[in-house]
């Protein structure tokens, strides 16, 4: 066959291993990690499922080489540990019989490694370890290794790699960057030894050299050993893409694939994890300069999920592998359908963040795209269905296409109907705003699947009980979603007034000063694309914080993009719109004008209960999902969709 991206599916051999194509999956955390630190059953399904997809290499992560000094709660392979070897060879044989082959992320945080202590006692003072003496942010003391530590260290690394490779692992990845211990000895923002570990360049990568041979003597020649390493580090005081190209050198020829990542514990998500405000692919220039001096291989990542991209990256010379992480969750099928010219069926990542977050906050992993992510041993594969049925789906947003998808990959007749004129619902709010590209692109690529299965689509069509009594459906899944919430304020239907979600269709009446009234999620990202497009934009909001709606992880980086290009007024309530702006009440009682000539209202949604409960009886049997139930987020939309149509 003729593919239509050659090079991003010509496989690449490194040492003696020879990889089907050259998109790897990169290091993310499993979704369970046992009490004794042993790769769960839960995990296992978890990197089973990116082999599964057709990825080239899928990488565990992370492995801490050194608990003595590193006491983060993450996999720990030790022989002596029953238990830890036999899960980590479970987890490699699951990756390899499909083809891909397993890699083990090696790692020490250093300063940063997790504070958590197996089977610690109340009040028990935990040491962390770096380079350097020093603080951190929260006034924890930390100690430079001594010489004793540091030979220790090296020598773990060789051990454990030596166990991966005899619990099956056909390769290694050895982590260097985002601030961790060995990027704690190339930095000269976080080394000040003055011994031989520090003070010149020659003398602060010795500890990297030194672990590099360590694990070349344990897993032998032939055997990939992947060097992971910030390219820059995007702090005061760190090193640039100069200091990058020369620590590339320095391990060129003595590692088989050079993994160029960015930034650092102090330079954020925004570098190492590149969110929806910045563009695709926004770390592959440093990728691109090291592979200028190098011989080894090159691989890069951050924020990269198009396949016309990728395939440039590799067609430039810009790198040799490809690393996906996030975009691996939202569709764990993307390398085959690249492979198999199917690029325009790819579910892209969003960059909502709801991965990491859920990692911060339940320590576990979801995906707002992908049901399956982090229950992937539930038995929750889309199965055929022993008893074919009708199924009538109300309502083309989230919740409602991944119904009727995922009910019609069941071998359902399945209608869905759609009262407007294009699927998405609340999704074609979005369009237009060119950070959220992908999120509105979502709907399209979704309508593209659903008429490859079969699915009935009827565009303009409401279902009234009266319709749905008509179709003779066994199921109804009800999913008619929300409506915008107008506040009763006197001049509210002025026509310096748009709803946030008619921003798309009325982008053109928007003047150069605007007033957002609303200060939760859609309102804060509909601020800064307006700023982001020149606007004059002031948020109004009647609480004290903006976006408390928006996860752990994204509202960080949103609130620095308001502080940046924003106006905020917290503590004002709205009284009424003038065509000067907008007319509002303090916390002291006296009122202000906030001055805009076009006022976007963003106060939120209310569910459409009353439409819900209208079909209550027009099916034998009913689910409603979604918005319809009560106002939420993407993520439970299209879960409880998913799941409505697996009980079909």
């Known amino acids: ?309 990728m395939e440039e990256i590799i067609a430039s010379g810009k790198a040799d592998v490809i690393y996906m992480a996030r975009a691996l969750l939202a569709d764990p099928e993307l390398p085959w359908k690249v492979m198999e010219n199917r690029g325009d069926e790819i579910i892209k990542c969003i960059r909502c963040f709801t991965c990491m977050a859920e990692r911060v906050q339940t320590q576990t992993r979801r995906c707002t795209l992908n049901p399956l992510i982090g229950r992937e041993r539930e038995g929750l594969e889309v199965l055929p269905a022993p008893k074919k049925k009708k199924v009538l789906v109300a309502g083309g947003g989230p919740g409602g296409l991944e119904a009727a998808l995922t009910a019609a990959r069941r071998g359902h007749q399945v209608v869905l109907c759609e009262k407007g004129d294009r699927l998405g619902g609340i999704l074609n709010c979005e369009e237009g705003i060119s950070f959220k590209k992908d999120m509105y692109e979502y709907a399209s690529v979704m309508e593209r699947l659903l008429r490859r299965e079969g699915v009935d689509i009827r565009l303009n069509m409401e279902v009234t009980k009266a319709y749905a009594e008509a179709e003779r459906a066994d199921v109804l899944i009800c999913a008619v979603g929300s409506e915008p919430i107008v506040p009763p304020l006197p001049g509210i239907g002025d026509e310096n007034v748009i709803l946030v979600n008619d921003l798309p269709s009325r982008r053109g009446e928007i003047k150069d000063s605007v007033v957002v009234l609303g200060g939760g999620l859609a309102g804060c990202e509909a601020a800064v694309h307006l700023a982001d497009e020149g606007k004059r934009v002031t948020v109004v909001e009647m609480r004290d914080a903006l976006a408390p709606d928006a996860n752990v992880r994204h509202r960080p980086i949103l609130m620095d993009k308001l502080k940046e290009l924003v106006n905020i007024e917290l503590g004002l309530t709205a009284l009424r719109v003038t065509k000067d702006g907008l007319v509002c009440v303090k916390k002291d009682g006296s009122e202000c004008l906030v001055p805009g000539e076009t006022i976007i209202c963003a106060v939120g949604q209310r569910p459409l209960t009353a439409a819900a409960q209208a079909l209550a009886n027009a099916a034998p049997r009913m689910y409603q999902v979604g918005d319809c139930t009560r106002v939420q987020n993407m993520t439970a939309a299209i879960y409880q969709g998913h799941h409505a149509a697996l009980d079909v």
Not at 270 to 280: D, E, G, I, K, L
Request: glycine content about 12%; hydrophobic content about 40%.
């Open 1 to 309: 066959m003729i593919r239509k991206y050659p090079r991003l599916c010509s496989p690449i051999t490194l040492g003696q291993v020879t990889f089907r194509n050259r998109m790897f999956s990169a290091p993310l955390g499993g979704t369970d990690i046992t009490h004794d630190y042993c790769v769960g059953r839960g995990s296992v399904g978890f990197y089973e499922l990116r082999a599964k997809g057709g990825a080239a290499a899928v990488t565990l992560s992370e492995c801490v080489v050194h608990p003595e000094t590193d006491h983060s709660h993450m996999f720990h392979l030790d022989d002596n540990r029953p238990g830890s070897l036999s899960s980590f060879t479970f987890a490699a044989d699951a990756v390899r019989r499909h083809g891909a082959i397993a890699s083990v992320e090696l790692s020490h945080g250093g300063m940063y490694a997790g504070s958590y202590i197996l089977d610690s006692k109340p009040g028990e003072k935990v040491v962390k370890y770096s380079s350097s003496d020093g603080v951190l942010e929260d006034g924890t003391e930390i100690l430079a290794l001594t010489k004793e530590l540091i030979a220790d260290i090296i020598k773990a690394y060789g051990r454990v790699a030596g166990l991966a490779k005899r619990a099956g692992f056909e390769m290694v990845m050895i982590h260097g960057g985002h601030s961790w211990l060995i990027n704690q000895f190339l930095s000269p923002a976080f080394n000040r030894r003055t011994d031989e570990y520090g003070g010149s360049f020659e003398n602060r990568r010795r500890f990297m050299l030194e672990v590099i041979a360590s694990v070349r003597d344990a897993v032998g020649k032939g055997f990939p050993i992947e060097f992971r390493m910030s390219g820059a580090e995007g702090i005061g005081g760190g090193y640039g893409i100069e200091t990058g190209v020369e620590i590339a050198k320095a391990i060129d020829g003595k590692v088989d694939l050079i993994h160029v990542s960015a930034g650092s514990h102090h330079s954020g998500f925004f570098m190492t994890h590149p969110p929806m405000f910045a563009p695709h692919g926004v770390n592959v220039r440093l990728a691109a300069e090291i592979k200028k001096h190098v011989k080894t291989p090159v691989a890069t990542i951050g924020a990269l999920n198009d396949p016309e991209m």
